[in-house]
């Protein structure tokens, strides 16, 4: 079973959240919202977790409008912000070649995922990069998991995540 482990926020949500969170961080309000909350669960049924396929992003989500506390983290945003293809999806390529390069780069410790900030825009990015691709391979491998699935692939234009998961598997 391919396990959908992403989009457990995004500008639905009136605060900012990780899109893709090993853990749910210390002050996201979203409890069980994470790649180990999901897997876990399906496990503790009873779903062998060598048939588990963890999904994970090859795309960040954004929002707009975000304050400046906690650098913008679990902090509210008036709006979806602008994105690759639809409002608020980016995808890696758009955000290592346009954003990574002129936004504040933070990781959230407990969520192992990055983010990026920009507190002039009020614009507030959550993805996944090579590091916490690493370790979302490394947790596959550590729980049995089946192997990974990506969505989507073309978000990764020049195949950092994509080698990150092939070398780590």
């Known amino acids: 079973m391919n396990l ?21 961080g210390s002050k996201d309000t979203a409890a069980g919202f994470s790649v180990k ?9 009873g779903f062998p977790a060598a048939k588990l396929v963890l999904g994970v992003p090859f795309y960040g989500r954004g929002w707009e409008g975000v304050g400046p ?5 679990y902090q509210s945003g008036t709006s979806a912000s602008v994105g690759t293809w639809e409002k608020g999806v980016f995808d890696f390529s758009d955000i290592k070649a346009n954003y990574l390069p002129s936004m504040t780069r933070l990781r959230d410790a407990d ?21 916490s691709m690493k370790i979302k ?28 998961l092939v070398t780590n598997l």
């Open 4 to 24: 959908m482990s992403y989009d457990f926020h995004g500008s639905w949500d009136p605060i900012t959240g990780h899109n893709a969170p090993m853990s749910v």
């Open 37 to 45: 909350d999901a897997v876990d669960s399906y496990i503790k049924a």
């Open 69 to 73: 506390a906690s650098s913008g983290l």
């Open 111 to 131: 969520a192992q995922v990055p983010y990026l900030y920009d507190p002039a825009r009020g614009l507030w990015i959550s993805y996944d990069d090579a590091q």
């Open 137 to 164: 391979a490394d947790y596959i491998t550590a729980k049995g998991l089946g192997g990974a699935m990506v969505w989507e692939i073309t978000g990764d234009r020049s195949e950092v995540l994509l080698d990150t």
